[in-house]
T-cell receptor
């Protein structure tokens, strides 16, 4: 196993609600990246955090936000949920530009 | 045009078959290339990196053609356990952003 954990594993929300997803990175890794994977698609990059700062962002609206903590764990927050936000949310930890290791993901369903 | 494009599949092959997956990428400045494997309802896992000289890991061979911006994966002597979705992945420059293709599903049957 990669040592990357995510919580919760599954989540059901309704439109307009807010959600927080959590990721604990592998020991020794200082970078966390978040990806969204819709059904039948490859993962899409949301953003990356390096040493508690956002270090790059994909084509996602501002209602997708994040944090990284001093222990390098991270949160992904999504406000004003929409039906299209239903997806598998993956976090990946790495040591800067080294190989990224993915957690098991959080499956979000928005009704 | 998508940044990384793959054969859509699915590929249905018998055990023992050889199967090849192709992928093209649009950013000529891309530096690193990978194949990830994703089992149903699981996270992607790194299968192998892809180097310009080509590289092999057991039954798996990966090739990169920078001039054509083309990546391939060859699986020889397919096993039932090879059934999965294979994702072609490119590392975007600057920061450590992975760009994934949509994946190609492989089903190996007895």
């Amino acid at each position: 196993e990669t040592g990357v954990t995510q919580s919760p594993t599954h989540l059901i929300k309704t439109r307009g609600q807010q959600v927080t997803l959590r990721c604990s990175s592998q020991s020794g890794h200082n970078t966390v990246s978040w990806y969204q994977q819709a059904l039948g698609q490859g993962p899409q990059f949301i953003f990356q955090y390096y040493r508690e700062e956002e270090n790059g962002r994909g084509n996602f609206p501002p209602r997708f936000s994040g944090l990284q903590f001093p222990n390098y764990s991270s949160e992904l927050n999504v406000n004003a949920l929409e039906l299209d936000d239903s997806a598998l949310y993956l976090c990946a930890s790495s040591s800067q530009k080294e190989t990224q290791y993915f957690g098991p993901g959080t499956r979000l369903l928005v009704l | 045009r998508k940044e990384v494009e793959q054969d859509p599949g699915p590929f249905n092959v018998p055990e023992g078959a050889t199967v090849a997956f192709n992928c093209t990428y649009s950013n000529s400045a891309s530096q690193s290339f990978f194949w990830y494997r994703q089992d149903c309802r699981k996270e992607p896992k790194l299968l192998m990196s892809v180097y310009s000289s080509g590289n092999e890991d057991g039954r798996f061979t990966a090739q990169l053609n920078r001039a054509s911006q083309y990546i391939s994966l060859l699986i020889r002597d397919s096993k039932l356990s090879d059934s999965a979705t294979y994702l072609c992945v490119v590392l975007s420059g600057g920061y450590n952003k992975l760009i994934f293709g949509a994946g190609t599903r492989l089903a190996v049957h007895p």
